[in-house]
């Protein structure tokens, strides 16, 4: 069993920064991927990032090229989100989420129903 545990959001003007943490609470040899989603107000859960555990190579959507970089400590268990350039549609609650599960024929995960552990989530508000 993983849990996961997001912090590092807050308040942040256009243009600002913030880096999000997801701390996963065993050993993750047995995950695959991690993965960053977001959840605006009145919209669906939106996939931003992936990682894989080993070898670290990353995806992102295309709203989040070049912004926001994920990135992983295996000795810490941990999954960052650095967010940069930051706009207002980014407001959002971010969901950290794990995959224990081989899909073949996908390298990188980003449906939801491709992670079986998630986290609480932390809200990100970025002001005008």
């Known amino acids: 069993q993983v849990q996961l545990v997001e912090s590092g959001g807050g308040l942040v003007q256009a243009g600002g920064s913030l880096r999000l943490s997801c701390a996963a609470s065993e050993q993750t040899f047995s995950s695959l991927l991690m993965g960053w989603f977001r959840q605006a107000p009145g919209k669906e859960r939106e996939f931003v990032a992936t990682?894989?555990?080993?070898?670290?190579?990353?995806y992102y959507a295309d709203s989040v090229k070049g912004r926001f970089t994920i990135s992983r400590d295996n000795a810490k268990n941990t999954v960052y989100l650095q967010m940069d350039s930051l706009k207002p549609e980014d407001t959002a609650v971010y969901y950290c989420?794990?995959?224990?599960?081989?899909?073949?024929?996908?390298?990188?995960?980003?449906?939801?129903?491709?992670?079986?552990?998630w986290g609480q989530g932390t809200q990100v508000t970025v002001s005008s």
């Open positions: 990682i894989r555990w080993r070898g670290g190579s990353t």
């Open positions: 989420a794990a995959s224990t599960i081989t899909y073949y024929g996908s390298y990188y995960y980003s449906q939801q129903h491709q992670y079986n552990y």
